[in-house]
């Protein structure tokens, strides 16, 4: 249904399953809409079940085989504390094999100006899903070049 999905600082916490949550986590949003949100109490599975880093460890195939891109940025200086969870989903990602373009914006916090540096970025990220650029011709050559040596020593 989707080609792409950009984000900046997501509120994600650094764990898969509700049971290694801690109220430090989630500081940021109060008891009744954590409730509102999964139940009450909160409901472990649906919690999971809606949890961006299981679903990526669970369904990483699914992800894969979908083709979606995805685009996800955080500011280095988040006073909402997302830096360290967004840098987490962002290795959950690496170790799946999905790719992304991951930009933590020096200086930038969770709001502000990091929207001015990175909206545009999004903007243009999402083009290039709608309308790929295709292969760079000189980095075509480059790999031609390279192949033998790549091939020499099993790199291929």
Known sequence: MYGGIAVISPGLQPVLYWKDVTPAMHWWITDE??????GKPVDPAYWEAN???????????RILDSGIQIY???GDEDSMLFTGPVE???QILLEHGIKHEY???HG???????MYLTIPEQL???GRVVNPPGPDPQMQEF??????????FGLE
């Open 103 to 105: 930009h933590v914006v």
């Open 108 to 114: 930038g916090d969770h709001f502000g100006r990091i």
């Open 33 to 38: 809409q954590m409730e509102a949100a999964y």
């Open 124 to 126: 243009e990220f999402l």
């Open 88 to 90: 987490h989903f962002h």
């Open 51 to 61: 949890n961006s880093n299981l679903i990526v460890t669970q369904h990483s195939r």
């Open 143 to 152: 790999r031609e070049v390279i192949a033998p040596a790549k091939k020499k």
């Open 72 to 74: 996800l940025s955080v």
